[in-house]
């Protein structure tokens, strides 16, 4: 046995508009556990680590993908059903920024989320 890592992932943080509301989405899109009882700083529970957090930003300006206001980060999240997924989030409040994408073995398609990051739902291709 090795020495343990030095660090481990603890959340992602988003900067946002609306804490409590990005987080309802992310749980519902992710299947987690909201915590929103702090307007300021919002999380998304999952079984194990890492969650996703949330921190009000009250001067938030959106990324402008692909050409303009760059984005920071963006989270790539696998489906089983990419038409699927996509309706989902969409119903749950994204929105589609590109037509599907097939690369390496898997497809992918970016959506924004209700606050304007990007993230990417990809589907590995058998």
């Known amino acids: 046995m090795g020495d ?3 660090a481990s992932l603890r959340s992602v ?3 946002c508009p609306d804490p409590s509301s990005l987080a309802r989405f992310y749980a ?4 987690g556990r909201p915590v929103t009882t702090d307007p300021d700083w919002c999380e998304v529970l999952f079984d194990g680590p890492p969650k996703l957090a949330f921190q009000l930003a009250p001067n938030y ?3 402008e993908w692909p050409d303009g206001r760059p984005q920071q980060l963006h ?3 696998t489906v089983s059903d990419l038409e699927t997924a996509s309706r989902r989030a969409v119903a749950l409040g994204a929105r589609v ?8 073995g898997s497809v992918f ?10 993230f990417c739902l990809c589907q590995d291709l058998m």
């Open 13 to 15: 943080v988003l900067d």
């Open 75 to 77: 989270l790539d999240l």
């Open 61 to 63: 300006q959106p990324p």
């Open 97 to 104: 920024l590109g037509d599907p994408v097939r690369e390496n």
């Open 109 to 118: 398609m970016v959506h924004a989320d209700p606050a304007g990051h990007p």
């Open 28 to 31: 519902e899109l992710l299947g």
């Open 4 to 6: 343990p890592p030095p």
